[in-house]
């Protein structure tokens, strides 16, 4: 079954998909495969593999193989550049940053690394990428134009932009270890805008409740990264994340 097509069948049967974000540059390629593991026991659906810096090459690499070594869940490139295409993943978020001022990331950095990934023969993702305040990392790297929280109709227009462009999924963004996450009534119009197509959200979800508030809003699927990397029990803080947005 192919990637897309699991994360989708997912959304149909049980509402909502968790993803694993893991971040090569934060802990050893080993540490990594131990933490989705234990995120797998807890019930993730799939690893995301990536990050804003230093999350290419060798130790990307790396990261996906010990990953692998650990478990058979699909694991998804999130890369912050063109470095951040391997051959060893399964699938590819192949996005574009539709409100950055930088032109390398709506457009060029895919065109760099777009031979990679047909190389590799990568199934491909395709996705708009919005980052929402307060943006954190990626929204300083990225040189994002960040959506405020109590603007939901900007965020409204970049998705049905991507939408209109034949992105198949839309991610709110608000940053890794965002203090407060995503507004529900941006999730919800957001969604409300796109229909059939996938929601994604992520940042700032620390826990089952916020979890579920953003699940409730419309996302699909919600990605949580850094309270994987902060928590002692990951198996437990995930099973906690997951049962409050299954049905």
């Not at 957001?190 to 979890?211: E, F, M, Q, S």
Request: aromatic share 6%; proline share 4%; no cysteine.
């Amino acid at each position: 079954m192919q990637v897309e097509e699991y994360l989708n069948d997912i959304v149909k049967r049980e509402g909502t998909v968790h993803l694993t974000l893991l971040d090569p540059a934060s802990q050893s390629p080993e540490e990594a495969g131990e933490i989705a593991l234990a995120a797998v026991e807890g019930g993730t659906d799939a690893i995301m593999v990536g990050g804003s810096t230093g999350a290419g090459g060798v130790l990307l690499d790396q990261t996906l193989l010990k990953i692998k070594e650990q478990t058979d869940k699909p694991t998804i490139l999130f890369p912050g550049n063109a470095s951040g295409v391997s051959i060893h993943a399964d699938a590819i978020f192949f996005m574009s940053l539709l409100n950055s001022r930088d032109v390398n990331f709506i457009t060029t950095n895919q065109a760099m690394g777009a031979p990679l990934v047909y190389k590799y023969g990568l199934e491909t993702l395709s996705m708009a990428y919005l980052i929402v305040e307060p943006g954190g990392t990626v929204g300083w790297v990225g040189d994002a134009r960040l959506i405020p929280q109590n603007k939901p109709e900007i965020a409204v227009a970049y998705a049905l932009a991507g939408k209109y462009l034949g992105m198949h999924y839309t991610y709110l963004e608000a940053g890794s270890g965002a203090d407060k996450p995503i507004d529900p009534k941006m999730i919800g119009m957001v969604k409300h805008a796109l229909g059939d197509n996938k929601l994604i959200v992520g940042g700032g979800i620390r826990d089952g409740a916020t979890a579920k508030m953003s699940a409730m809003a419309g996302a699909d699927m919600i990605v949580t990264g850094t309270i994987v990397e902060e928590t002692k029990d990951v198996r437990s803080k995930i099973e906690e994340l997951v049962s409050a947005i299954k049905r």
